[in-house]
């Protein structure tokens, strides 16, 4: 009896681990979807994601409340992302290099404001009713192994229930109203688009700003629920991690959601396994190593927006 | 202007533009042929690990023989590297941004690995590696620099670094590699339907540019840092590449400038420190000058 509260014990810290990255990657996702499905690469998401990570964490610490905190994450977000809007819809400049440009002003701008605001190039650790509220923790006894296993695998962070509303939410938007259908054509024929009265710069905008708003809360859920603390090494490519997990999961809110839980898996054994029987460092390079090679068995038949990151013309 | 308060900090300033131009005209190479290297930051990395390998394991040969086999060693190593992305570019349709990203933390994980589980770290610290052979040390005798009150870390690495970027303008303006890899960069399309082999043009053009940025991380190795640090998180060599590259419009030639005018950047940054300020808001003022290059490129398309 016991080896199966063992096993049932286990898979409770597995499923708790995988929960603690897959919402920072699938909010990001989620972002850079909108954006890319309406026919703007952000590579920025990264960048913002740092930036949102400080504010998000400054916020609450400040405010000593954890949803002002996400939404000032997410507004600084798009403020940063409007950078990037700007250059990349009305001025029709290279996306890539704007996109680089705003993973440089990312950190740089959370260290800057940081520093003025903590005095140093980190901020002050955040205290529990500071933090993202753990649904449902009370409900089980964790002195017991089956109340603390059921604990691990029902209780999570407020962010990952929002986000599964969130999945279900954007779903719907992108594929199953007008406004989605006139979003996809964008990023499809914008020309097309024009012709039928869409105003295609008007969507793209809104997506870019969508895309911000959630990079944005993506890095201060990390901050917010995971490390208590905004660090400069806090974000360590998990914004590329997540534009990965966009391609694998063919742009369609369902295929991201499943990618992050892989890609959050992954990164949660890293966590985990810390008994120093695997080398740490190979155990880093594990979700890098995984990204890839799903993505080398997957890419060939992945649809491609045919306008994506093509610069768009009025009129032309 | 710190770095015009001395001659030794203006010879430090000096000194740290190599990486930069290296790695900055390893993004203007790939560029050309259409191929964003965001992955610079990795090539340098293992360009670095591969030097402090061969420069340890190797440490007694003599310096004539040492430090150009570890030169070798580190564009070979990179160049595979790099070739390695072109080959899950081309033969497995993975997109090349998002592979040379995962590439660059594979990159830091592995040059750990590789010290921690060669031997070749410092026991006493654990967080750096050891020393590279005295052999291998590219600085210029102390004896001249302190005649010439020079910086400690004074070496020929930066002259290698200027003949590289000639050799790279040569190569692409006056070679009929360089006139193929620009054609495949305007259109790939029109560049097969005129016999040239887009894949393989591809696969050179990321192997070139990744030996360069790996011979940057060899220089600034043998030349500056003479050790490698246990990363934690990445040092920023690649993405200081790109705003060398970008500022300089491309051009390998410019790229020599704009690389010093970086490097006494980043050396002035550090004195950042002194007055309590952290340094990476040295990124964000660069950040803001890529975002100014990125609509400058608009102004001169419009002029057109």
């Known amino acids: 009896m016991s080896i199966f509260l063992q096993i049932f014990a286990y898979i409770g810290i597995i499923i708790y681990s995988t929960m603690l990255y897959t919402p920072t990657l699938a909010y990001a996702g989620i972002g850079c979807c909108f954006s890319e499905v309406s026919g703007v690469t952000n590579i920025g998401i990264e960048g913002i994601m740092t930036f949102g990570a400080f504010t998000g964490c400054a916020g609450a610490y400040f405010t000593k409340n954890p949803y002002i905190g996400l939404l000032i994450a997410g507004f600084t977000g798009v403020l940063l992302s409007l950078f990037h809007a700007y250059t990349s819809i009305t001025l029709n400049a290279d996306q890539t290099i704007s996109g680089t440009a705003l993973n440089l002003m990312g950190p740089g701008l959370a260290s800057l404001f940081a520093c003025i605001l903590f005095g140093k190039s980190e901020s002050e650790p955040l205290t529990v009713e500071m933090k993202v509220p753990r649904l449902f923790s009370n409900v089980f006894d964790s002195n017991t192994i089956v109340g603390n296993a059921l604990k691990n695998i029902f209780s999570h962070y407020v962010t990952t229930y929002i986000l599964l509303i969130l999945i279900f939410v954007s779903w719907f938007i992108l594929f199953r109203t007008k406004i989605g259908l006139r979003i996809r054509a964008c990023g499809e024929n914008p020309k097309a688009c024009e012709t039928l009265g869409i105003n295609v710069i008007r969507i793209r905008y809104i997506c870019v700003l969508i895309s911000g708003f959630f990079a944005g809360i993506a890095g201060a859920c990390l901050t917010m629920s995971i490390t208590n603390q905004y660090r400069l090494t806090s974000v360590v490519g998990q914004g590329f991690i997540a534009m990965a997990a966009v391609i694998f999961g063919k742009h369609k809110p369902k295929g991201i959601l499943f990618a992050c839980l892989l890609f959050g898996f992954s990164q949660g054994v890293r966590v985990m396994i810390t008994n120093g029987l695997i080398s740490v460092n190979i155990l880093s390079m594990l979700p890098y190593v995984i990204t890839l090679i799903v993505l080398m068995f997957f890419s060939g038949g992945l649809d491609v927006i045919k306008s994506l990151g093509k610069p768009y013309y009025r009129g032309k | ?304």
């Open chain 2, 1 to 304: 202007m710190i770095i015009f308060s001395s001659l030794r900090s203006f010879t430090y300033a000096i000194m740290f533009a190599t990486p930069y131009i290296l790695t900055g005209l390893s993004v203007i190479f790939a560029y050309k042929a259409g191929i964003f290297n965001i992955g610079a930051e990795g090539q340098y990395v293992i360009g670095g690990v591969a030097t402090l390998f061969v420069a340890v394991k190797l440490g007694e040969l003599p310096p004539y023989v040492l430090i150009p086999l570890c030169m070798i060693v580190a564009v070979v190593a990179s160049g595979l590297w790099g070739s390695l992305i072109a080959f899950l570019n081309i033969k497995f349709k993975v997109d090349n941004i998002i592979a040379m990203i995962m590439f660059n933390w594979i990159a830091l994980y592995l040059s750990n690995f590789i010290i921690e589980n060669c031997g070749l770290l410092n026991t006493s610290v654990n967080t750096v590696s050891v020393n590279i052979s005295e052999n291998a040390n590219m600085c210029l005798p102390k004896q001249f620099i302190k005649d010439m009150s020079l910086c400690n870390a004074t070496n020929v690495g930066i002259i290698i670094a200027i003949l590289v970027a000639f050799l790279v303008y040569f190569i692409l303006e006056k070679t009929t590699i360089g006139y193929e890899i620009k054609s495949v960069g305007l259109n790939s399309d029109a560049s097969k339907a005129a016999g040239i082999s887009v894949n393989k043009i591809k696969c050179l053009t990321l192997s070139v540019s990744a030996m360069l940025a790996g011979l940057g991380g060899a220089l600034q190795l043998m030349g500056m840092s003479k050790r490698l640090c246990i990363f934690t998180s990445q040092e920023g060599y690649g993405f200081g590449g790109i705003v060398v590259a970008l500022t300089a419009f491309i051009n390998p030639i410019l790229s020599i400038f704009t690389g010093l005018i970086y490097g006494a950047i980043k050396y002035s940054g550090r004195a950042l420190n002194l007055i309590g300020m952290p340094t990476q808001i040295i990124d964000a003022i660069v950040g803001f000058i890529v975002y100014i290059i990125a609509i400058l490129q608009v102004v001169k398309r419009r002029k057109k």
